[in-house]
């Protein structure tokens, strides 16, 4: 009996033995089956599609007045009346300021009396002219009779006699041509008069300031009483009297860099958002300058920007969004995919069996994040957004295709 339970000890613990063993070796080989197969290296991809591809730039400027002018007197004066103050809304041709010119009105008087001195000039000549007109007409007539009865009878008419009466109707005439040029010379003192009369009177006019333009007053310069000088004056530094902006359209001055100069266009509608006021603008690029400053490298750009209801104010910041070119329905990939080179570009893609490829492509417009791809994809093939230098040609790898919106990834079957 002893000898039968030392037996099924020994072979329980022979039996145990070999589970044990068994164990141990299954276990070694599946991990010498899993080194044999080890896992595949996942790659962040992105599928090759048609999208809109848009090229735009933002750029920032301030908003400058469509116009801006320092007002200034044509003539020197005295400050009458000041009718306008900071911030006025005025229109074209509206009355800012009244001068007191003393020594011109006492000039304009004067030319009112040369002119009423000349027309008594002319009708004094115009007498004259009669009464030598007159005169020679008598003289004439005698001398033509005295001429008619010598020509009848011979020595009836003495000699002397006649030549005098011929001397008195040649002097008659030569009256006649002095009286019509003393009436010329009137005639023309008194254009003179009447040319100096409008001068002083356009000068006059100079002495109500009015607006060139509709805008707002930003600047009062001079107060009633003060002595404003002639703003024509080359050799002094006139004061101005007003500073007058045009608001109701403004110029957003943004400085566009050298490698996109070229893709300016005029006329572009563009979207201006002024982020002071949280607003969004619509604007026209209606100017550039089509050079570039030696400094910046870039090109001064202006943009229009309609502002009827006043809201915008002057040095105001903006953010204008320039779209420098669009094609709908490219065939696209990401940027950062593609290898550009002396001889050309490249992408890596993951073939349909899961192994890394590279192929040459030939390239298009670019985008802001995409860009087109003439020849060497087709749309859906994969390419390899990841570090290049971290795969090699023909690995076998288990893509990942990368959600590009929101930067998700999920495992391509």
């Known amino acids: 009996m002893k000898q039968k339970q030392k037996y099924l000890i020994f072979a329980g613990l022979v039996g145990a033995f070999c589970l044990v063993a068994f164990l141990l070796i299954r276990g070694k080989g599946a991990q010498a089956e899993a080194g044999e197969r080890p896992s595949l290296r ?69 030319a009112e009396a040369t002119i009423e001195h000349s027309q008594n000039a002319i009708r004094r000549a115009q007498s004259e002219v ?13 001398y033509a009779r005295l001429k008619q009865a010598s020509e009848q009878r ?55 300031i009015t607006a060139p333009f509709d805008g707002v007053i930003t600047k009062r310069y001079a107060d009633t009483g003060a002595l404003i000088q002639a703003g024509t004056a080359s050799d002094t530094q006139a004061m101005p009297v007003v500073q007058l902006a045009e608001w109701s359209r403004l110029r957003l001055v943004v400085p566009v860099p050298e490698s996109d100069a070229s893709q300016i266009r005029l006329g572009s509608v563009v979207q201006v958002h002024v982020a002071a006021l949280g607003r969004d603008f619509q604007g026209r690029v209606a100017r550039f300058s089509d050079a570039l400053d030696q400094q910046t490298r870039t090109m001064h750009t202006e943009i229009d920007v309609e502002n009827r209801d006043g809201t915008v104010v002057d040095g105001m910041y903006a953010d204008v969004n320039l779209t ?25 893609i993951v073939d349909k069996d899961g192994r890394i490829r590279e192929r040459q492509v030939k390239l298009g417009q670019q985008g802001n994040n995409r860009i087109e791809v003439l020849s060497g994809l087709v749309e859906k093939d994969q390419v390899v957004i990841g570090n290049r230098s971290e795969f090699k040609l023909g690995e076998k790898v288990q893509p990942k295709i990368v959600d590009e919106q929101s930067g998700d990834s999920e495992a391509s079957s």
């Open 154 to 208: 011979q020595g009836l008419i003495a000699e002397q006699e006649l030549e005098d009466a011929q001397d008195k109707d040649k002097e008659a005439e030569a009256q006649v041509e002095s009286a019509n040029a003393s009436l010329a010379e009137a005639q023309s003192q008194l254009s003179v008069s009447k040319a100096s009369s409008k001068q002083l009177a356009a000068m006059e006019a100079y002495t109500q």
């Open 42 to 110: 996942p790659v962040a991809v992105a599928l090759v599609s048609r999208r809109a591809l848009v090229n735009s730039l933002t750029l920032s400027g301030a908003f400058q007045p469509y116009q801006q002018v320092d007002v200034h007197a044509k003539v020197a004066g005295y400050i009458r009346q000041i009718f306008v103050d900071v911030g006025d809304k005025v229109k074209e041709g509206q009355v800012l300021a009244v001068l007191e010119v003393p020594e011109l009105r006492a000039q304009i008087l004067g």
């Open 130 to 142: 009669a009464q030598a007109e007159s005169a020679h007409s008598a003289a004439h007539f005698a």
């Open 324 to 348: 420098l070119s669009k094609k709908d329905a490219a065939l696209t990939v990401p940027i950062q995919a593609v290898k550009r080179e002396a001889s050309g570009a490249s992408v890596l």
